[in-house]
């Protein structure tokens, strides 16, 4: 599907009566004792998370990117952040990140399973044709 410059092929679509539901665990330093997440609200960091898993709305969510040589197609897991029916999260304590020494506040680490749903299409056939 052209759009914005790009070839894209998203692996969850409503053609394919494919949904998703998602587990993201944050690991964040912990900073205050009292909050595990000090940069922006959970659910903008949630919201950050589907916009890089699906296909930009506008060219200016790619950033002005265009695709290199070997970026076409441009695989992304989602066509829509709408076929996402479930999501778990989970906050917890970075103590380290992999390869470093000592861990800055704005590290962050985060883990994402993804697991797909497929949803048969309901239709007059299925039932009675």
Not at 35 to 43: E, I, N, P, S, Y
Not at 45 to 68: H, N
Not at 109 to 124: C, D, M, Q
């Amino acid at each position: 599907m052209e759009k914005h410059g790009f070839d894209w092929v998203p692996l969850v679509t409503k053609e394919m009566s494919l949904r998703c539901s998602i587990d993201i665990l944050f690991l964040r330093p912990d900073i205050e004792e009292k909050f595990l997440v000090h940069r922006g609200d959970l659910d903008g960091q949630v919201k950050t998370i589907f916009d890089a898993l699906r296909m930009p709305d506008s060219p200016g969510e790619a950033g002005g990117a265009l695709p290199q040589e070997d970026e076409t197609p441009f695989f992304c897991l989602l066509h829509n952040d709408k076929l996402i029916t479930e999501l778990r999260v989970t906050t917890d304590r970075l103590l380290l990140l992999p390869h470093k020494k000592e861990v800055k506040p704005i590290d962050c680490f985060a883990v994402i399973h993804v697991r797909l749903n497929h949803k048969s299409a309901r239709t007059f056939g299925n039932f009675f044709g």
